[in-house]
């Protein structure tokens, strides 16, 4: 059976491997459940494993193991409560992931943990918002607080056929040539209702969104607003917060002419 996964994905490679060493009394129930997980993230992933199994390639490793894993926490001195952890970072690249502990779902966050660390560290970032393209290659990227209209927005403008949704929930702005790309995050590659794509679009215009009676369109001038706005839509996760603002003070500086205010209502068709 095979041992090994590679996923590429936005020319990141990440090692999957599972646990080798099985005692004899377990290694019939353990290989199936392999099995089934090899399936799962081979229909989930399928088109992002690759060959290129060079070790210098290789920028993370995920280490199933089948084993469980229980931690216990006192309270008081008194109390104890049982803890099933679901992962453990054993260095800055490599980690391992209880099987046995968790779930497909689990499996698929901690993934997408891992690349909040790789796009931070190659200067990007991790926004909460929703993009559009358009039939020139340029995205467009709308931000809000919950239930401020991020995923109406793009449903809006798709019904144009100048533009496409791109992402609903979670994208990453990845820096090249000192301008900012845009590109789908692995949670947004795994929905079964967005059409996958990895390739990155030119980021043009970034849009604070608010509903209104009235479609208009106004530049934000004063950075305070954009600070404001913009921090409260990084994700982070367990990325290193002086890198996030680090790599967030480098993206406003690069684009902060391109900020603005859109009032939109459900009659929007075109961003002029």
């Known amino acids: 059976m095979e041992e090994k996964i590679y996923l590429k994905f936005l020319d990141f490679i990440i090692k999957i491997k599972f646990q080798e060493n099985i005692e004899e009394k377990d290694k019939k129930n353990i290989n199936k459940l392999k099995k089934i997980w090899i399936r799962i993230i081979e229909k989930k992933l399928g088109q992002l494993i690759t060959y290129e199994n060079n ?24 109390f104890f409560n049982f803890y099933f952890p679901i992962s453990k970072q054993l260095n800055k690249r490599k980690i391992l992931f209880y099987a046995l502990n968790s779930s497909e779902n689990q499996f698929f966050i901690l993934l ?18 929703s993009a559009i393209i358009d039939k020139d290659n340029y995205a467009y990227i ?27 929930d979670v994208f990453y702005l990845i820096p ?26 030119f980021l043009k215009k970034i849009f604070f969104i608010k509903k209104s ?56 068709k075109n961003l002029i």
């Open 213 to 268: 009676k009235k479609n208009c369109i106004s530049l934000i001038k004063d950075k305070n607003i954009i600070i404001n706005n913009f921090y409260k839509q990084v994700f982070s996760g367990l990325v290193n917060q002086k890198l996030i603002i680090l790599n967030t003070k480098k993206f406003l500086e690069i684009n902060e002419k391109n900020f603005f205010i859109l009032k939109f209502n459900l009659k929007i």
């Open 112 to 129: 997408n943990q891992v690349f909040y660390s790789l796009i931070a560290n190659i200067g990007g970032l991790t926004i909460h918002g």
């Open 176 to 201: 090249k040539d000192n301008h900012y790309f845009v590109y789908q995050s692995i949670m947004e590659y795994l929905k079964k209702d967005l059409k996958k794509n990895i390739r990155g679009y």
């Open 55 to 78: 070790k210098k390639n290789v920028v993370f490793e995920i280490n199933f193991v089948f084993q469980y894993q229980a931690q216990i926490f006192t309270f008081k001195k008194k």
């Open 142 to 168: 709308f931000l809000a607080k919950n239930g401020g209209g991020k995923s109406t927005i793009a449903k809006l403008l798709s019904k144009n056929s100048k533009y496409q949704i791109f992402c609903d």
